[in-house]
């Protein structure tokens, strides 16, 4: 049977309340801007207002309604860059060998 000690490697990351933290916010961040970028990309009048408020020109081009999405969606990027590094850092020590031998 194949004996992989999660348990022994789980405890060895010894991960951090604040690590943890910032991971959820991070991942809360990414999640809310795929959110704001599908809201933005199907509106349900078929335009969009651009700018802030109330006071920005209104937009129907579905070019233009893409291209507001799509700064959203590069945005979240923004978030997730750092999410997937921590992530994938801990995958790397999650998956290292164990020293001792059960």
Do not use: H
């Not at 405890?11 to 991971?23: K, P, T």
């Amino acid at each position: 049977m194949l004996k992989l000690r999660l348990r022994e490697r789980w405890q060895r990351l010894q991960i951090s309340g604040s690590d943890q933290v910032v991971m959820l916010l991070l991942s809360v961040m990414v999640g809310l801007c795929i959110g704001a970028a599908i809201w933005t990309a199907n509106p349900t009048s078929g335009c969009i207002r651009l700018g802030r408020g109330t006071s920005g020109p209104i937009s129907c081009d579905p070019q233009v309604i893409m291209g507001e999405a799509m700064n959203i969606v590069l945005f979240g990027l923004l978030f997730a860059a750092p999410l997937l590094y921590m992530l994938g850092r801990l995958l790397v020590q999650l998956f290292r060998p164990l020293n001792t031998q059960p």
